[in-house]
Each structure stands twice: as C-alpha cells, then as structure tokens.
C-alpha cells in the first residue's frame, strides 16, 4: 500500500449471507482477529478483506490516485462533458497530470460538505474512487474513474496460506530460479528449461549446479523458518534433478513433502514461498545497485554473499507481510499452535495480521494487543478494542471456556477504588500486556486469592500488591524463603513462616498478610509465580495530586505528610476526606477526572516502577 498506510481507515466488505448488508471493519494498525462459532461469517468476512475488489476507506486519496481528481476537477470547471477513456489511457492521463494541493479541499467545497473520506475499489475493467461522507461510507457522493494500475498500489500484499498450492510448489521453484538466475548470470540467455542457458557466443552450459546451489540455500532457510513459524523440527531439501521436487526427512528417511500430512505441507509452502520472496528480494536489490559478481563462480555452485539475505529468516519476508490466516491452528500440535500464535503476535506493533479462529487458546495471545471481531450471531460481531480494557472481552469469550484466559495475569490491589484508580492511570499499558486487575478484599485476602482454583488452573504468573509495604524489604523475605524451599524443601519454609506468625501477632496487620500470603503460597506450590508488586506508599490514592483534594501544595511532602501516621489519618485531618468512605473516594476519582488526572510526582514514580516491574517482568 504505497504511501498510503497513515491514512488507510479499513474495509467496506460486502460478504455475503449471513450477512445481510456490508460492513465496516476499521484498521487501526493492530491485529485484527475473528473469532465465534461455525456458521457466524467469520471466514466470508475474512475472504472479503483479503479480496482485491472489496472497496477501501481512506481518510485522504494515496498519492498515486490524487491526480484523478484533479482530471475530473478540471472537466467540471472547464464545463467540458466526460467522456470514456479505456483503463490504459486513464493510467496514462493520471502519469502526465500534477495533482493539486487543494483538490480535496476544492472538492469538499464542490460537494458542499465540512470534510470527505474516500473509497478505492478495483473493478474487473477499471477501478472506481468514491467520496464519501465520514458519518456514511456506504454512501458514494460521487463517483470517479481510475485506473487500475494505480488503484492496486492500495491494495495490501497479503499472504495467505490457503492461497499457496503445495501441487505447485515445484513449478514456483522452478519459476523463482529462472528468474533468480536471470540477474546472478550477467552472460546468459535463459530459456523455458531453468536448468540449461547459452552464453552470449551460443554456447550451451548447464545450470543444474547453480540451480543446486540454489535449493541449498533456499531449504535451509525455509527449514529455520519453519522452526520460527510453526515450531516444526524438520529438516528440508529441495532437488533441481528431481524437477525441483521437495523432500522432507522424517526419522532418517527423506520423502516427498506431499506425502506428508495436511498440516506439514500446508506450513512448508508457506515458508517455502516466503523464502522465495526473501530471495528474489535481495536479488532484485543487488541488480538494481548494479553490483558486478562473477558468472564463473556462481556456475560452479558458489554464491556471492551479496545475494544472500542477511541474518536468520523470520516467520515472513518482511515485516511489512499483510497475513491472512483462517483456522490456522487446525491440524497443529498445541505447542506448535502456541509457536505460531507468538509468530503472529509477536509482529503486533505492525498491525498487518487478520486471523479467523475457533481456539480460545490461539485468540488469548493477541489479548491487549488486537482488535476483536466477537461474532454473537451468524453476519453480526462487536469490535472489542484494547484501549477499552480486556475486561469485557475476557468475560464475554470466557464464558464459551476459559483457553481465552491462557496468557493473561492477574494483579491483584486492596479493593474496588484501588482498582479504578490503577485502570485511569495504568488501562492501555495493562490491556496491551494482557493483565487484568482484580479485588482481594483488601490484604487479609490475598493468601485466599493467591491459592485459588483458578491461580491453580492457570499457569501465568500473578502479582500482589499491598499497600504500606516496602518492595525491597518485602523481596528479601521472599528470597530467603525460596532460599529455604531450595536448600531444605518446601516443609522448611512452611514451619519458619509458622513461627513468624505466631510471633507477629502484634506487628502491622499488612506485615503478618504478607507472611499469611507467603505461606499459602509455599503451601500451595506457587512459589514460582507469585510477584511482588510493592509500592511502599501508605495508601495507593497518595499518587493522586494534593490540589484535587483542596490541599494547597505541590506535594504531599509539602502538605506536611512525612509518612509517621497513614495517609487516610493524614487526608481525614488535613484535607477532611475520609477515604474509608466509598462516596468520598467516589468524590475523588470524579475530581481527579475533571482536572485532567493530575499525579503527585514523587508518589507516581514509586507506583510506576513497581507496576512497569511486573509489566515488563
């Protein structure tokens, strides 16, 4: 999509039954994933975006159709009546025109709306740009001629698994060697046989070491990313002799990769002609540098590093790869669904991947990162949005089973206000790591929610975060006890923190919380996922600013607040806010909202730093 990426707004698809008018699906630079039962859409809807003639929305004509409205532009104010022009001689008019800077501020006036979005679509003779109105794409307030050529630099490259034929494989070898070949021999005239050529003085030589050389090369970098893509241990050859025919080896002995199962070539093709795209790549960059290499030694089988792509091959050529994928974990092993699922995920910051699925398990690694498509009916979905919290999502696909939790972790606060005010200041940055904050009923009930069925179940890590607690002295504990479990085992531990219980009777209540919680912890086995997640602030809405409680200062410091009482005392007596008071605490978070959620600075980094300590850990 040449120069057109920043503005690209989504698809205009018409699918079909079940569908029963076309829809919107934007693109905001995120995965997109479809997911919901058989018989919803979700596959029409997939083929329809990935269809070249499905119309695209732009919030500004790419550059490359901009000089169409300037041509019709100027037969409207030269009064001159339109008139047919083939596709070819549209492409050519728009070649030898210079857009306008105003052309769409010229036809905003002209159609006499504030502002225009614009559609692209592709017909099988042509193609055809739309202005629209941004409060109704669908309907065309004027139509104009393009041609198509330019009209499918808008277009995105997809790679599409079901796309590639692995009958034709071979053939594909075949194709991309000649033509490889094309631009490695600087004295050669290549022929319908890839493996034969003359020289410029007619003599007859063979390719079939190059060509050799060539498959090398291509099998084992699509062996190293098969590995990346789908967690496939196979190793690969591909042989000119044998009609570029591939091969796998599979307990010592090679046979054709059309042999295999539906799985195992379904996933070669796609990294085989990901390969190929990688090479034809890089030798097309070379050429085009005019890089001089030697005939001689490439017919020996000796190829010039220039023309190999450097470093270890990804999942896709590019990362620029647009990649459709429907079912993908069908047929696949759930470890190597979880290798593919973390390949696409993993190219989340590039957006560029629509994926329909079935699995829960798939979908959860996209969680905070993608937008979802949720179908609830057979043609209708919901767009669930990170930036909205996961929340939503995680409940509504839970309850069709709990695959969809797979990848997410659990910080745990005090209580409900703890959780909104974390939500306000930390949502996008939990959402995109797929963390879900969640209540214990303050501190006396983190060793029941650390020890839960569904900590049980789950096998991500969790965090605890209390408040009045130092992080540094709290890690100590917790790293001479699992000291202890590793050095004595686990009943060790257990009969020290027994001991400091019965000791600790007197001490702060969140002191003897932390021991109760490292007990259940050490109790329950889950001492390799528990993180601590400690502030050490007396109270977390001690981060909200001084002023949005009507304390003239800058700081809480200040205010007079030195830490030798709590911070709700010190609110109750200084600001006369209680906030033990859910309406006062209500009273806050409101206030906190409309003056633009300003945050005490010392207080905002000790919170920050323990929060981004679990993010990034």
């Not at 042989?239 to 046979?255: L, S």
């Not at 450097?310 to 069908?330: H, I, K, Y």
């Amino acid at each position: 999509m040449t120069g057109a990426r920043a503005s690209f707004l989504g698809w205009l698809a018409d699918p079909g039954p079940p569908f029963r008018e076309p829809v919107l699906v934007p693109y905001l630079e995120r995965p997109i994933i479809l997911i919901g039962p058989n018989g919803y859409g979700k596959t029409r809807l997939l083929r329809s975006l990935v269809d070249r003639h499905t119309a695209r929305l732009f919030s500004s004509l790419p550059r490359r159709l901009a000089p169409y409205l300037t041509l019709a532009r100027r037969r409207i104010e030269d009064r001159r009546r339109p008139h047919d022009l083939s596709d070819k001689e549209l492409f050519e008019a728009a070649e030898a025109t210079r857009a306008q800077d105003d052309d769409e501020a010229w036809w905003c006036a002209h159609l006499d709306r504030p502002d225009l979005w614009w559609t692209v679509r592709l017909a099988h003779n042509g193609a055809v740009i739309g202005a629209v109105s941004p409060d109704d794409p669908f309907n065309e307030l004027v139509r104009l001629p393009a041609g198509s050529r330019h009209a499918a630099l808008t277009v995105e490259p997809w790679v599409n698994p079901d796309a590639e034929d692995p009958a034709g494989l071979d053939r594909a070898v075949a194709r991309a060697f000649r033509d490889w070949a094309a631009h490695v021999l600087s004295d050669a005239t290549l022929y319908a046989n890839p493996l034969v050529a003359t020289r410029a003085d007619g003599e007859a030589i063979s390719l079939l070491t190059l060509a050799t050389a060539y498959c090398t090369l291509l099998a084992e970098r699509t062996t190293a990313r098969l590995r990346r893509l789908a967690g496939f241990p196979l190793e690969l050859s591909c042989r000119p002799a044998e009609d570029f025919a591939w091969h796998v080896r599979v307990a010592g002995e090679w046979i054709p990769v059309a042999h295999t199962s539906r799985a195992m070539s379904r996933w070669c093709t796609l990294a085989a002609t990901e390969t190929l795209r990688e090479l034809s790549q890089c030798v097309a960059e070379v050429a085009g540098d005019a890089i001089r290499t030697s005939d001689e030694a490439a017919l020996a089988g000796t190829i010039d590093p220039v023309f190999v792509p450097p470093g270890v091959p990804g999942p896709f050529a590019t990362r620029s790869t647009w990649v459709a994928m429907d079912e993908p974990e069908v047929h696949l092993f759930a470890s190597e669904a979880r290798v593919l699922a973390d390949a696409l995920a993993g190219r989340g910051s590039d957006g560029r991947t629509l994926v329909a699925t079935h699995s829960l398990e798939f979908a959860a690694r996209f969680v905070g990162i993608g937008d979802f498509l949720v179908f609830d009916e057979p043609g209708h979905f919901s767009l669930d949005r990170p930036e909205r919290g996961i929340g939503t999502l995680l409940t509504t696909l839970a309850s069709h089973g709990p695959g969809i939790l797979a990848g997410t972790r659990v910080l745990y606060v005090e209580g409900d206000w703890d959780v909104e005010l974390l939500e306000r200041l930390y949502g996008p940055r939990l959402a995109a790591a797929n963390v879900l904050l969640s209540r214990m009923h303050g501190v006396k009930g983190a060793g029941v929610a650390a020890t839960s069925v569904w900590q049980r179940m789950m096998s991500t890590p969790f965090g605890m975060v209390f408040d009045a607690v130092r992080g540094d002295a709290a890690q100590r504990q917790w790293n001479e006890l699992l000291a202890a479990v590793a050095t004595g085992g686990r009943h060790v531990a257990l009969r020290q923190l027994r001991a400091a219980i019965r000791t600790a009777r007197d001490a702060r209540h969140e002191d003897v919380e932390l021991i109760r919680l490292f007990h259940a912890v050490i109790d329950g086995g889950l001492e390799n996922r528990l993180r601590l997640v400690m502030h050490g602030l007396s109270d977390v809405f001690q981060v909200v600013h001084p002023k949005v409680y009507g304390v003239t200062a800058l700081s809480w410091q200040e205010a007079g607040y030195d830490g030798t009482i709590g911070f709700k005392e010190f609110c109750r007596r200084v600001a006369s806010v209680d906030l033990g008071d859910g309406r006062q605490c209500r009273r806050i978070l409101d206030a906190f909202d409309e003056a633009g959620r300003p945050v005490e600075a010392e207080a905002a980094a000790a919170l920050s730093r323990a929060i981004d300590g679990f993010l990034d850990g």
